[in-house]
Every structure is written in structure tokens, then in C-alpha cells.
């Protein structure tokens, strides 16, 4: 069992930048991968970024790449999204998710967080 808890969230100018964190439970966190996804009012939930459970290999939906960044650090059991240049159409609350594969769909993943919000002011 996983537990994941994102933190880091909040309101943000167009052209800014955040960052978003998240914290796993357990002894395992390098083996899994970990993904972050968002979900805007009215719209499906949609793949952001994820990264293998070694760090190797990653993956970033087209509309983020270049100005999203996700990282981990096994040690401290944390992955991370680091948000630049921010777009309003950014404004969704964004959740992290543990899972067995590096994958781009939500339903490869076991385990989800509460999420948290990012709203961008145009």
C-alpha cells in the first residue's frame, strides 16, 4: 500500500512558475513509477508527466513539454513537477499517482493522492 500526498499548489500570474510536490509512504518508492495528472472543471483527467521508478525515463504530454519538469528523489520518497511559463489553460487541480509501469493513462496506476490546486490568472 502506497499512500501520496501532493502539496505545493496555489494561484499563479500567466508566465509565472510553481511547483508541486509529492510525498510517498513506504519502503518501495524506487519501485515504482510515478505519474502526475490533472483535471480541469468539465474535462476528463489527463495525462501531465511520468517518470521511471530509477529516474531513467520519462514522459510529458505535448502541451507541457519544454516547460515541465518532473523529477524524483528516491531518498527522500518525493516526486516532483516543476510548472514554468504557465498558461491559464494550466488551471486544473493536479494529482500524483504511483504505479507498477511508466505509462501515460491513469489506469496503469494503483495509487492516486488528494491532489492539489494550481490556478493560473490570466
Known amino acids: 500500500q502506497v499512500q501520496l500526498v501532493e502539496s505545493g499548489g496555489g494561484l499563479v500570474q500567466a508566465g509565472g512558475s510553481l511547483s508541486v510536490s509529492c510525498a510517498a509512504s513506504g519502503r518501495t518508492f524506487s519501485s515504482y513509477a510515478m505519474g502526475w495528472f490533472r483535471q480541469a472543471p468539465g474535462k476528463k483527467r489527463e495525462f501531465v508527466a511520468a517518470i521511471s521508478g530509477s529516474a531513467t525515463t520519462t514522459y510529458y504530454t505535448g502541451s507541457v513539454k519544454g516547460r515541465f519538469t518532473i523529477s524524483r528523489d528516491n531518498a527522500k520518497n518525493t516526486v516532483y513537477l516543476q510548472m514554468n511559463s504557465l498558461k491559464p489553460e494550466d488551471t486544473a487541480v493536479y494529482y500524483c499517482?504511483?504505479?507498477?509501469?511508466?505509462?501515460?493513462?491513469?489506469?496503469?496506476?494503483?495509487?492516486w493522492g488528494q491532489g492539489t490546486q494550481v490556478t493560473v490568472s490570466s
Open positions: 499517482a504511483a504505479g507498477p509501469v511508466t505509462g501515460t493513462v491513469y489506469t496503469q496506476y494503483d495509487y
